[in-house]
T-cell receptor, first 114, second 116 residues
Framework: KNQVEQSPQSLIILEGKNCTLQCNYTVSPFSNLRWYKQDTGRGPVSLTIMTFSENTKSNGRYTATLDADTKQSSLHITASQLSDSASYICVVSGLYSSASKIIFGSGTRLSIRP | DGGITQSPKYLFRKEGQNVTLSCEQNLNHDAMYWYRQDPGQGLRLIYYSQIVNDFQKGDIAEGYSVSREKKESFPLTVTSAQKNPTAFYLC???????????????FGDGTRLSIL
């Protein structure tokens, strides 16, 4: 069964600190992986998308990594800000998948404390 | 600015009542999607449409219906057959050449549906 597991479920860090969120998946064959940021009461916003040939991709203070061999991805946030408080969702698509075969993780809830 | 507009932001449903959630996009995207989000769970696909006048069931279509009469609009009706409709509903869209036409790229800000 295709699955996407995210850890931790929730995380609290102090403003200015770095953190890393994890995403493990079993989707195969793999097409691409996206990270979304979802503020409370809002829709998700895409941060990065990576295909199997890409190891790392950055978007400002957000850096995503992908290891297609071990089926693991991480999202690293540098010098966190209060506005980074949100849920971060990992989404994995399989090759030749229809929309119904795109798997969403349940997200990591990140809270930044001043 | 281009984007997806969902309305209303909050909606309440009485027993036995059908309600319709609106989703409009001005991104000129061909594909549109409806997802349901429950606490502690990943988004689940209700319906999607890749072209006008055509749509497919997702993983949890029972108790829901959609129409796609215009490219810009993809309304979702939550029928009385949906016994547990309380959730956050998200509409999304995608265009060609953006990681695949079957993957949602842009999301609206959701409608929160509650039961009275």
């Amino acid at each position: 069964k295709n699955q996407v597991e995210q850890s931790p479920q929730s995380l609290i860090i102090l403003e200015g600190k770095n953190c890393t969120l994890q995403c493990n998946y079993t989707v195969s064959p793999f097409s691409n992986l996206r990270w979304y940021k979802q503020d409370t009461g809002r829709g998700p916003v895409s941060l990065t998308i990576m295909t199997f040939s890409e190891n790392t991709k950055s978007n400002g203070r957000y850096t995503a990594t992908l290891d297609a061999d071990t089926k693991q991805s991480s999202l690293h946030i540098t010098a966190s800000q209060l506005s980074d408080s949100a849920s971060y969702i990992c989404v994995v698509s399989g090759l030749y998948s229809s929309a119904s075969k795109i798997i969403f993780g349940s997200g990591t809830r990140l809270s930044i404390r001043p | 600015d281009g984007g997806i507009t969902q309305s209303p932001k909050y909606l309440f449903r009485k027993e036995g009542q059908n309600v319709t959630l609106s989703c409009e996009q001005n991104l000129n995207h061909d594909a549109m999607y409806w997802y349901r989000q429950d606490p502690g769970q990943g988004l689940r696909l209700i319906y999607y449409s890749q072209i006008v006048n055509d749509f497919q069931k997702g993983d949890i279509a029972e108790g829901y219906s959609v129409s796609r009469e215009k490219k810009e609009s993809f309304p979702l009706t939550v029928t009385s057959a949906q016994k547990n409709p309380t959730a956050f509903y998200l509409c999304a869209s995608s265009g060609r050449g953006q990681g695949g036409s079957n993957q949602p790229q842009h999301f609206g800000d959701g409608t929160r549906l509650s039961i009275l």
